[in-house]
């Protein structure tokens, strides 16, 4: 493969706060380095189905602040099939796209490995999730916005009475990682938070309503990590209408909400480095590396490094949480 | 009765932002008039348990911007019985408080008429609720800063994807009044909102799907008022999954969240307002009369007026809404 | 003159958070009734060097909620003149738009109702202004916002330590009317506001020196409306240091964030309103007047008396502010 | 020195957001530890002057979320004598305190310093200051959040209609760092940050205007850190006016605004992190280190350490913002 000329950019995947801001960064920096930049349109759909559109500095102006992706994202099922592939390479082709910047969580970056390998294009990848789930970064870009959104939400729940063994239970986003509602809870100053990655040792709800809400003299809020496996507040909520019929409980479900919202300071911040440092990869002949930011120092992570591992959860992180809840 | 000169406050029911704001005015209005304060915690069960404290005017410095209620509300049953109001009224004479200014909504002012009429004591109330549900008054302390809650959470849904076909519930305070979800649902430019004061009239969720979300392109957001008649944003979810499965659907429910955080100006504003309203009502000689707002002037309304009726939707905004979600 | 077929919209002036919300319910609003829509660029600059652009429904989604107005604004020489007046009516006819929805302050709707005297034009106008200095309309597009904007900033600053005999100034807008400043002080429990109202009648700082801040044992923050006449809140600080040396004197100018900001409920509900009003208006054959609010309800103002009037200030507020700083 | 029993806990210097979240996490790890607690009031004055008072759990209950710190801080001569530090001890051992947190910026750990080597005090510091200036850790308690109050003044300056060659300053705090600035000018999408760290090397302004400003085609926005060397932002308006009086120059100065706020959920939770580990590190006999965060683990930094060396300006960020402000 020759010099770079133009690069294809996308994201993929649910959205996160700060796309924009990396969106933005990719293509400014690009230009810079006097490279031609494509924005493609509903992440890999777009390249399979050629909506592809040329960006100038411009096309980013008075983003950086938005929630949400200006280039959408979407499922796209054809991406996953051989015929798909080929056609969003031909596309790729057709308007001389060297490379690809994807902007994405687990899935799409696996996404970008596979094509990467199959057809040999170039790719850097920038972790766009607000889960914080991939590994060899400290941080992606979208969740400490969505930790704010969070702290927010739990900050105006304290704010009502405290009647006396009343139960809250606040419904974060987090299916397969804990750190959204682990941290929301330090941050929050919340009681308890059920986290996936401890499901199976040990029955947290119990565990909190033994230890931790008995000696409470006012209302406890507690986080849940979404779950199919166990339906999530609902089902903590009935559990306790159930098992411990003494106690008021409410339920707030935030959903789709974390996923918005005007990026904090540090998700723009960090998309815009690693906005800028994926030109720079590209530049020094990086290839199928994930952007991350450790020790805030820029780190380059293979694809499959970042998608194969779990970030562990800190157990000091559980200790704090514990010993300030008291 | 002679001249007043101590007053008594509390606040009752559910809280509502902007009630620290009136505590605050209260307080300092009576201090400036030359009468004694005291504060009533836990509401009417406060006044019965003799939870009470003289406040000076710094009992309530820096408390305007802060949810929630210094005083604390709670639920009292023995207020509902006379042996409880004797005892109150007891309370009341120990401490030499003449008069009660009672900030909550209309299950409060219940309260208040009847103690009034038992004891003879003069009550001013003020209207603190976010479901702006109280007759005689443009607006109640609350709802202006449970409107803008429910505002920035849509705002941050409204800014995921907009896949196709998805749909997004979301599940707002107001059980017997629709204010918060039809006037959240124009502010925010959401396509609909499902009310109770409509519940009888129409199948609002068909009439959506019928003839407003089948031509939309994109997400639609509909807010849908709690209720333990339908079963709320979940019931309607589980309809539309039976009914309309090509739908995609996702539920937000707000919960608590929207009885707390920092009040608006506006909130905080007629707050102070009618603060000072109340005692300057008090020392006129009113009494059993709720403070209320019209057409920006303050007003007193009897409290059989503020409670019996029911405060009609205007359906100018039933109007804007629909002709706005095209 | 005929039936109306189409409309221009423009804003005019300074910008005010809910101009997007205004534009948007006038376009759909029309579209909805059956016209068509025209957005002029540049305030009245556009329609003088014809930047004119159909609008669908479509142009104005996802706006309601930003700040600013994605029509833009600017000052225009030309159309203080005869000649750029009739340029800007040569290309309504070219565009053949039979009416105009202007969205601004003071300044614009004199605008409009010179052009509409000359050219015959169908005029409504909104008022869209943070000063609140229009009258007939108890409110306009963007007063709310600001206000909310202030509160939060004064909040902040009154976090921080309470040191004794600290003063803060805090200039905000509202050179001709001390809306912004007054009911920024009551909201924000301000110690106290400096108005353009009572500038000649009495000198305000000393006033406020004198009986207010000395009895105060901790910080003080004061409001101050801009005003090259007095040169704003740093006149006011040279004057503390020089005369009171005593104090330790700090200054917060917001300026122009003022004008920002994502609207709140408020002003996106009576700009949805105001819009279909607008429609309403011109269908109704009305011309020449500003949608107002008045007692929550849409009323028509003849430009004449929304412009020549002042708007006075409420001596209640002011006792508020008065009674409630002790 | 024998085992410690009890600690004192002080905040000293100017606030930062996350005060109260450290006091928190001190006082209740303290307590989850058997130690008694005692919380000072106003910093080392409190020391000197017995401003002293027992803390239980729930007297930090319900403060996580506030701006400010309910300890108060301010400046105190006496201490800075070694009469005033000799008083200090006696009032430590009165109440028998072994050991003290000091939760502040560099001058609050200097003092520390000297009054534990003098009396042989274990000392723990922990980072709490906007500027985000002392070395040794990442990051500061409150520099989040300043840097996000920064971001929304910035945002909603941007929205402001985006006339042609409007030059808005915004001055922001760090008189002696540059990382609010710089950071918050890659953050909001500005033009430009002038900051100390470079006001020798260069004239920023002149080369701003010179290859920044003359080819944007519409407003910019400019950073100032404030400095009493040049004058901070109004100095650099006035310089426009006399050099490029073509430009039309507007003045936001934030002020102290930015150490106020609801602390973010990133400075909550390090103030939660940092306050249990200074308990540990207290237990672990640790003594005259800062708490610090180095690659998100806790790390113990000597205070001679983290006072004497600058922290430097990290050149990437230098040129993240020249790249994308093109």
């Keep these: 493969m020759g ?16 796309m924009n801001a990396a969106i933005r960064a990719v293509t400014r920096s690009a230009i810079y380095n006097g490279l031609k930049v494509y924005g493609i349109y509903r992440g890999y759909k777009g390249l399979v189905t050629d909506e592809i559109q040329e960006f100038k500095s411009q096309n980013v102006s008075n983003i950086i602040q938005m929630g949400g992706t200006i280039l959408k994202t979407a499922r796209c099922k054809e991406f996953t099939t051989p015929e798909g592939r080929a056609q969003a390479y031909e596309n790729m082709k057709k308007h001389e796209i060297d490379a690809l910047v994807i902007i994405g969580g687990d899935g799409s970056l696996t996404g970008a490995r596979i094509f990467a390998q199959e057809f040999d294009v170039p790719c850097i990848g920038l972790p766009g999730t607000i889960d914080n789930d991939l590994y060899g970064t400290d941080t992606t870009i979208g969740y400490d916005t969505a930790l704010n959104t969070i702290l927010d939400a739990v900050d105006k729940i304290r704010d009502t009475a405290t009647s006396h063994e009343r139960l809250f239970f606040v419904e974060v986003m987090g299916r397969d990682a804990g750190f959204l509602a682990l941290n929301g809870a330090i941050a929050a100053g919340a009681e308890a938070a059920i986290i996936p990655e401890f499901s199976t040792e040990v ?13 409470s003299k006012s209302s ?32 707030t479900i935030l959903g789709h909400l974390q996923r918005g919202g005007r990026p904090t300071a540090h998700d723009r911040i960090i998309a815009s480095r690693m906005g800028v440092a994926s030109i720079q990869a590209l530049l ?28 562990p959860i800190d157990r000091e992180l559980v200790n704090v949480l514990h010993e300030l809840s008291i």
């Design 3 to 18: 010099t770079i000329k133009s690069i294809g950019i996308l994201t993929s995947g649910g959205d996160a706060p700060g």
């Design 203 to 215: 029955d947290q709800l119990e565990e909190f309503i033994e230890h931790g809400f008995r000696k």
């Design 220 to 251: 406890s809020i507690v986080l849940v990590a979404e779950s199919e496996l166990t339906g999530g507040a609902m089902h903590y909520a009935e559990r306790v209408k159930n098992e411990y019929p003494q106690y008021d409980v409410r339920v």
């Design 284 to 311: 020094e002949g990086q290839r199928n590396v994930m952007i991350g930011i450790d020790d805030d120092k820029i780190v380059y992570v293979p694809f499959a490094k970042a998608i194969k591992n779990d970030k």
